[in-house]
């Protein structure tokens, strides 16, 4: 007779299905878990000990790892059929970007007797509508193709903007140049993906073609006069955005007075944990499994429980549920999972367990973790509140502007005229289950259903740039958490009010494409 796999349970609770889909779940998780204690333990590197040359080569790496889990986290998502969280990286800080290869590059440069450096020609604007992780590997691959080429010699990204011609990005060596038939072949305007004649003329160059097409940029390769080579990446106009924020500020938010359980058998993650917390000022209890958290739940008083999700002896959907079964005020605290499962049928059992929100590994930004851990803390984290929106603010500036159409188009150009269609559809299917649902939660004051509904459509008006209704969903998510019952109408007029624009604006874009998608 076959034994019981212990797991069955954790993997019947989590949705995951058999054979390939299990199997994805499965190497979803353990890549997620790994980079984070790669990305985790180069975080916990004291760079102050470290002589220049190391501290240089420490930076590369990080620039890297965080590239990697982009990439990887892009891949796993796609595999999975998740396109429209894989498009929430539409939009992104430009100076984001360049500060991270200038990291990567400097000590790869160093390393091979060369140099990397970045050029800033003038303003440049602050966000740019388009696929990070896209731009990233072009940018890469451009600039590991001149040292490969050029090794001791100096490389520059020079960097400018013009309101009307667009972003430029280009990459100059003093090497040999591109050879002639790699010259020929961008001149003849070959469709790379199409073409069997890029073998052994460089895999970088290729892809590089191969994204510049897909992210609807121009890529421009040429040897310049007096020697070396240039590759020029020029990204129109309509994706830059001059006026939107900038990096955020580097402040930590300060979690002084927060009492928090945090259950995490990774001794790694706990280190990083402990290191973040206690330097917003958290006072943190950590624990090693699930049976131990219930044990500290039973002996002391916490704001707010930070739960992973895989843990010795009691899984943490369990020690949730367990929660949410008690009769007294713990049974209402905040509970967090801090975990590696981010699939849509992951999230979907997580809530169901009873968390109120996901924060997932590796954490890539410490201040949007305190942020975050505020927020479901009831906690002012320095954005929007129910008392903005009741007092009838909510169209004030910190809200944000109402659709970014470049962002919303830059969706559906990233995703090609056979994607367009499935995407607005789904879209469209998504927006009008979460506006009916609501519609129900709020008349019969729901508040797990208003909680599970408002994070869908927070992670959806982020994707497609409903800057508005995105703040406005985390107002009313925060009032359901904070049991504000007879709040919640009036949160939700305004709300309601830009989500059936939203839907009004998907399906005229279906329109444009020849698509019916009902009635809004």
């Keep these: 007779m076959r034994d019981t796999d212990p797991r069955e349970p954790l993997n019947e609770a989590l949705g995951r299905a058999p054979a390939m889909a299990e199997t994805l779940q499965l190497f979803s998780h353990d890549i997620r878990s790994a980079m984070s204690d790669v990305i985790g333990g180069l975080r916990l590197v004291d760079r102050d000990r470290l002589a220049p040359e190391a501290r240089l080569q420490i930076d590369r790496v990080q620039a890297a790892a965080d590239t990697l889990a982009a990439l990887v986290d892009g891949a796993l998502l796609a595999a999975a059929g998740e396109t429209l969280i894989q498009l ?60 490969r080429h050029a090794p001791s010699a100096p490389v520059t990204l020079r960097v400018r903007a013009d309101r009307e011609r667009g972003l430029e990005l280009t990459v100059r060596d003093d090497g040999p140049g591109y050879p002639p038939v790699v010259l020929d072949r961008f001149a003849r305007g070959i469709d790379p993906p199409a073409s069997g004649q890029w073998a052994g003329s460089g895999l970088g160059l290729r892809i590089a073609a191969e994204l510049s097409l897909q992210a609807g940029a121009t890529l421009e390769l040429r040897n310049r006069t007096g020697g070396g080579g240039e590759g020029r990446l020029t990204l129109p106009s309509r994706v830059l955005d001059w006026d939107g924020a900038g990096p955020e500020p580097g402040e930590i938010p300060d979690l002084s007075g927060l009492r928090i359980l945090v259950a995490e058998d990774n001794l790694t993650n706990q280190t990083i944990l402990r290191q973040l917390l206690g330097q917003m000022q958290a006072d943190a209890v950590f624990v090693a499994d699930g049976i131990s958290a219930l044990e500290r739940l039973e002996q002391d008083r916490f704001d707010i429980a930070l739960i992973d999700i895989e843990m010795p002896r009691l899984s943490g959907l369990e020690v949730m549920q367990a929660v ?60 929007p509140e129910p008392e903005d929106v009741l007092s009838g603010l909510s169209g004030a500036t910190q809200f944000g502007r109402k659709l970014d159409v ?44 208003i909680r599970a509904q408002t994070h869908i459509l927070i992670a959806i008006s982020g994707a497609v740039g409903a800057e508005r ?52």
């Excluded at 890539?364 to 002012?380: M, T, V």
């Excluded at 005229?417 to 289950?433: I, Q, V």
């Design 406 to 449: 470049a962002r919303f188009e830059a969706l559906l150009e990233i995703a090609g005229p056979d994607g367009c269609a499935e995407l607005l559809s789904r879209l469209h299917d998504d927006l009008s289950t979460v506006r009916a649902v609501l519609d129900s939660a709020i008349r019969d004051t729901v508040l797990s259903e």
């Design 88 to 147: 929430d990286q539409c939009s992104f800080a430009l100076e984001d970007l360049l500060a991270a290869h200038e990291r990567r590059w400097s000590g790869h440069a160093q390393e091979v007797g060369g140099a990397f450096r970045l050029d800033r020609a003038g303003p440049l604007p602050n966000r740019v509508q388009a696929n990070q992780v896209m731009l990233d590997r072009i940018i890469g691959n451009l600039v590991s193709n001149a040292l």
């Design 324 to 383: 949410r079964r008690r009769s007294d005020a713990v049974a209402r605290m905040p509970l967090v999972a801090l975990t590696a499962y981010v699939l849509r049928d992951n999230r979907e059992a997580i809530y169901d367990a009873g968390a109120d929100g996901i924060l997932g590994k590796p954490i890539s930004s410490g201040r949007e973790f305190g942020r975050a851990i505020l927020r479901y803390a009831g906690r002012p984290a320095g954005l």
């Design 469 to 520: 209704l995105h703040r406005l969903a985390e107002v009313l998510n925060i009032a359901a958490k904070r049991r504000r019952m007879a709040d919640l109408p009036a949160l939700y007029q305004p709300c309601r009010a830009d989500l059936a624009d939203l839907i009004a604006h998907v399906e005229a874009s279906g329109a444009l494409c020849g698509i019916r998608l009902g009635t809004g």
